[in-house]
């Protein structure tokens, strides 16, 4: 937080500056190639004097451009996709990440947004609600709740922003993470298996604005990344939900949808965690999207099953991470 000290002495021009005491310097983020040794502090009185370094608009095209097309070629071939940014992607890619520094993790998110539903707890109200033990997971990331103690059953933020911000600021800083927002997923990359089924191999995208605009404009064809595990944390059926689910079924690789259930927290969150599997070779399953697969219940504003859906989509991708990336391999065509 700014706090806005009164300051001590006048600063240039006599004008009394504000200094921006409490800034975080000693833990600031190291800046890559920094050389600048200068703190907002310095600006303080000195506004007259003030400007910002000189620029030609092409230099900042080309520091996004260059970057983004690196990102696209770098990530093309990626070791783990993840589709959809909501608690259960983002925690799912908290978790992989820090486990495999060494995997190329690659988060596609239809909205310019990520977070999904964890902006607000329920019916818009600020406080996100967990239930123990997910409570773990927020010492993992270092997310301040309030604990009634040891007699209570959950945990609770005091704004679901400050978890969604916190898991999201986190996976941003690992080097091996690259976010696609306003990315859709469009459809998946299939092979067959040899035995009349199929096993995802990656994922077919295009801009969102692209997305929603086939109806009405022809042949904007998509984009591709492939990888040997897909997770998908889409969530439930909506405009945008149980995306490869939907696809899956549309596509004979599972026989039918179960169709997300009533609200009921206590089934819905223990089953959500525990059913988070390889729901196709290929293909992992979490979070609220995995309710429509199986028919479990929905569980409302309480988002413990979230984080630790994302923790185990995370174990399972990396349990079968060796054997689908042999598959790949095997299809005997170069990468
Ligand atoms: O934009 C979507 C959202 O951010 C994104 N998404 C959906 N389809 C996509 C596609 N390509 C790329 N085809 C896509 N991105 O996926 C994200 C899903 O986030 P979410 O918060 O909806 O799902 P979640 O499973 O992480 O969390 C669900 C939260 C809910 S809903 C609920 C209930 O109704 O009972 N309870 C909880 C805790």
Redesign the pocket.
């Known amino acids: 937080m700014i706090d806005f000290q009164e300051p001590a002495t006048a600063g240039q021009n006599g004008v009394l500056p504000v200094k921006l005491a409490g800034l975080p310097h000693s833990t600031a983020v190291p800046v890559k190639g920094s050389v600048s040794t200068a703190t907002v502090d310095d600006f303080a009185g000195n506004w007259s004097t003030f400007k910002f370094a000189p620029i030609r608009e092409s230099q900042v095209s080309r520091a996004m451009t260059r970057r983004y097309f690196a990102d696209l070629d770098h990530y093309a071939e990626s070791d783990i996709v993840i ?7 983002l925690s799912a890619a908290y978790c992989l990440a820090k486990a495999r520094p060494d995997l190329k993790i690659a988060i ?4 310019v947004a ?5 902006w607000l707890g329920g019916q818009l109200f600020s406080a996100m609600v967990m239930r123990k033990p997910a409570d773990a997971f927020l010492r993992e990331v270092g997310v301040a709740y309030e604990d009634d103690g040891p007699e209570s059953n959950f945990v609770v933020i005091k704004h679901a922003a400050l978890f969604t911000s916190t898991v999201l600021s986190k996976v941003l800083q690992f080097p091996n993470v690259k976010l696609f927002n306003a ?4 459809d998946l990359i299939t092979r067959s298996n040899g035995n009349g089924g199929i096993r995802i191999a990656g994922v077919v995208t295009n801009w969102t604005l692209v997305s929603m605009h086939h109806d009405d404009q022809s042949c904007m064809d998509p984009n591709t990344i492939n990888a040997p595990v897909i997770i998908s ?4 059926d909506g405009p ?2 149980a ?1 490869s689910a939907k696809r899956l079924v549309s596509m004979g690789g599972l026989e039918a949808l179960g169709g997300m259930r009533g ?1 009921d927290m206590n089934s ?1 969150e223990d089953a959500i965690v525990k059913g988070t599997r390889e729901v196709s070779p290929g293909l992992i399953i ?4 995995l309710s429509e697969v199986d028919g479990a219940n ?6 413990g ?2 984080a630790l859906s994302g923790v185990k989509a995370a174990e399972e991708a990396l349990r079968i991470f060796d054997v689908r990336k042999q598959e790949c391999a095997e299809e005997g065509i170069a990468y």
């Open positions: 589709v959809g940014a909501g608690s259960c992607g596609i998110e239809a909205g990520p977070g999904g539903g964890a990315t859709t997923v469009e944390t889409t969530g439930h945008f939900g995306f609200l819905a979490g979070g609220m999207e929905r569980m409302g504003p309480t988002f099953a979230m």
